[in-house]
């Protein structure tokens, strides 16, 4: 019983540090596409010629990305995370029931209801990683 404890909390610990690497991964790339670019005054694009006087407008340099689609990439590889390592954990827990069913089958019901709490925890975890990343796309 012991050995059973202990890699559910591998599992558990494993899910959590995919999910903080792929919410740190978000942030990050979040947080340095948001760097204020400084923009030019028309007086630096404009060169005068020597025959007229008159300032001619220098061509227009091309717009500058503004990061939305890494952005939204980062968030998908997140949530992408998050769903993969829920679902790892929602099969060994899923295992794990069926083999205790296995051995104590007069504790079905027991252990049904314990393994659905578990599996509502798990994906409420993913549902908060899918926020996030809806928050990150549309805020930032």
Known sequence: ??????IKLVAAAFMLLIALAALGL???????DSVAVA????????EVTEADGEADEAPAAPAEDD???IIALAAAIAVGVAAAAGAIGMAIAIAKSNESIAR????KNDIR???MLGLVFIETAIIYALIVAILIIFVL
């Open 104 to 107: 104590q089958p007069e504790a």
């Open 67 to 69: 990061g939305k689609g």
């Open 113 to 115: 209801s314990g393994m």
């Open 1 to 6: 019983m012991k050995k059973a404890l202990n």
């Open 26 to 32: 978000v942030l990050g790339l979040a947080l340095s």
């Open 39 to 46: 923009e030019e005054t028309p007086a630096e694009n404009a």
